[in-house]
């Protein structure tokens, strides 16, 4: 074999080496978060909570009508008050097909959102809204499953109150996520996206 042969030979080898480690190195690191494409099929999951009655309420209640989950807290002083009452608005707008569409306020806060805490803080709001709250290990759960943040943030005199994420999720009647749903516009203008959904 020629020495020019024997260098290429020698390159070829280098190369094919190089190109192994590369594919083991890829396959060990950590793999980064789904795309924009594939990030809805990981939004949602298995859950097991109590409603603002005491009744158990699963991810099997999603089904069969579009969806609009909601994660917040009683003593949010603005954000979640607001959304409540733009979903309220909303449901208004549907007029008759305001059954055919249900929403879940799931609390951040279990430690003061019983379900007797989130009964009376619903009665402000439309009859299609249900409250979600369970043990801490219960709503760590379900906020991992729809990738929520919340944090307690202590105020002065012991108090405490919630940072969290303010997102409202629509899912399909499959209880499949479709996409963030934009509450903050005209009520009828959400209200006709909910229907093209129904």
Known sequence: MS?????????????????????????????????????????????????????????????????????????CPDICPTALFELSEIFAALGPDADKVQAFFVTVDPERDTPEALKAYLSSFAPQLRALTGTPAEIDAIKKEYRVYSRKVPLDGGDYTMDHTAVIYLMDKSGTFLAPFNAKRPAAEAAADLRRVM
């Open 3 to 75: 020495a020019r042969a024997k260098i290429i030979a020698l390159f070829a080898a280098f190369a094919s080496g190089a190109l192994i480690l590369v594919v083991a190195a890829t396959a060990l690191l950590p793999q980064r978060g789904p795309t924009a494409a594939s990030s809805t099929s990981s939004v949602g999951g298995p859950f097991r909570l109590v409603d603002q009655t005491g009744a158990p309420v699963t991810e099997a209640a999603l089904k069969g009508k579009p969806t609009l989950i909601f994660f917040g807290f009683t003593h």
